[in-house]
């Protein structure tokens, strides 16, 4: 553990004690040690409503925490994600051992389930064995599934087993700016040896290099001068290599090289066991039915469904009531989609499976025959019939097939594996959750 990760290490458990696992959880946990600039300790949030919170209620809190921490250390800022390099030299030739590894994303907080093991699978494997077992490993799923997650996790693994090691974690945008910043101040040879002298490069949300052929330009090489150096590449993304629009060809077929994995939306057995690691890292006592009731109602991501547990035990402490399934229902009754129904439609029901399984509308629709888009063309094409009533022939047109048979077949089938697979009987009902 290096310098700044062992500081914010020391003062995240000497401010632990003065805070409610809920506030810790929601005010602290988010936060990301960034750099030690000047004796300055500088920390990262994610949102303003968060750096305006920290500032205003637990500064003092804080600085004190760092300071026994490390009596070097003079001030605290606390900056957000688009102002990071004005503390972060983007043209500094020196590698970075960790770059803004969140403490809390490790293996260990990571829950598995039906929905990700695979790709936790394929994550503890390059954790444990960088450049041999899956080089590159592409990790591609919806927001808020555990990219993230998993991309911190290798790198933490990975500094432990080898605290020399050279871990770069950062996201496309900040590769761009920085790309930007380089080619400015004419200091491109120094981006390149920032980068491509790392032994582990992860690069969160590769999806918005498309469209900019310098940084896909700059990229590619740096793909290859790791890659040929049998160094580590980890890159995740919200969609799969071939659905990239604009994605040249030489890089999409790189990104293939290894092995693509996906993380799809939890099964409602995984919510459960979500929200009861939640409770139990912040030793929160919250009865089975409220964190059932949760995972059956709050079916999109995990960052939402931790989000809900935070909102309801914070609506039962300001309002100094017990933690009850009718307050939780009050506590939620602005975000419940049930509360908020929407007329279903056929377009609906494509946008909402296209999302669900992280495909493109385009794809849905079009003539490939690959798995991973005749599943999802199937589901729709039930629930189109099964829940509008729909006649097969109107079902067909609408996917632009000509043979009404083709939605005959397409309803039997996922009428099959409903009544055989209880986990895809799952899927099809938390996929109807998210349209009522």
């Known amino acids: ?56 209620f637990y500064f003092e809190s804080l600085f004190n925490a760092v300071k026994a921490a490390n009596d070097t ?69 919806g927001v808020g599934l555990g990219k993230t997650h998993l991309m911190h996790a290798i790198g933490h693994s990975v500094k432990a087993k080898d605290p020399s090691a050279r871990v770069m974690y950062v996201t496309s945008e900040t590769f761009t700016n920085e790309l930007i910043t380089a080619i400015q101040m004419d200091k491109r040879l120094e981006f ?19 469209k900019k052929q310098s940084v896909q330009e700059e990229f590619f090489n740096t793909f290859n001068t ?69 995972a059956e109602h709050v079916v999109s991501n995990i960052r939402e469904l931790e989000g809900s547990l935070t ?32 007329d279903v439609t056929p377009q609906i029901i494509k946008s909402t499976v296209s999302e669900y399984y992280s495909i493109s509308l385009e794809s849905l629709l079009s003539e490939r025959r690959d798995r991973e888009i005749v599943m999802p063309r199937q589901v729709a094409m039930y629930l189109c019939h099964n829940m509008l009533g729909i006649p097969y022939k109107r079902v067909s047109t609408l996917f632009d097939r000509n043979d009404h048979t083709t939605a005959i077949n397409a309803c039997k089938r996922v009428e099959e594996m409903i009544s055989q697979d209880s986990s895809f009987a799952s899927v099809i009902e938390d996929i109807k959750k998210r349209m009522s």
């Open 311 to 342: 909102r309801v035990v914070a609506y039962s402490q300001l309002r100094r009531r017990p933690l009850t399934l009718e307050l939780t229902v009050e506590a939620l009754r602005d975000l419940l989609p049930d509360v908020r129904k929407k």
């Open 1 to 56: 553990m290096d310098q700044l990760q062992s500081i914010w290490a020391a003062a995240r458990e000497n401010i632990r004690p003065q805070m409610t696992g809920l506030s810790f959880h929601a005010w602290i946990d988010v936060i990301v040690p960034l750099a030690l600039h000047q004796n300055t300790l500088v920390l990262e949030v994610p949102a303003p409503d968060i750096q305006k919170t920290l500032e205003d």
């Open 226 to 294: 790791l890659h040929n150096a049998n160094k580590q590449i980890i890159i995740s993304s919200d969609r799969p290599p071939k659905e990239i629009s604009s994605l040249e060809e030489r890089l999409r077929s790189r990104f293939e090289w290894g092995l693509i994995a996906d993380i799809q939306p939890p099964d409602v057995e995984t919510r459960i066991a979500i929200l009861r690691n939640r409770a139990r890292l912040d030793n929160l006592d919250v009865d089975d039915e409220i964190i059932q009731f949760i």
């Open 73 to 141: 250390i003079s001030d605290v800022k606390i900056v957000l994600p688009e102002d990071r390099d004005i503390y972060i030299n983007p043209v500094s030739s020196e590698p970075i051992n960790v770059f803004a590894l969140n403490p809390k994303y490790t293996f260990e907080t990571f829950v598995v389930g039906g929905s990700n093991h695979f790709a936790h699978a394929a994550a503890l494997a390059v954790a444990q064995n960088p450049a041999a077992a899956y080089n590159p490993l592409f990790i591609y799923g």
């Open 192 to 210: 390149r040896k920032r980068y491509r002298n790392v032994d582990v490069l992860l690069i969160d949300d590769v999806q918005f290099i498309a």
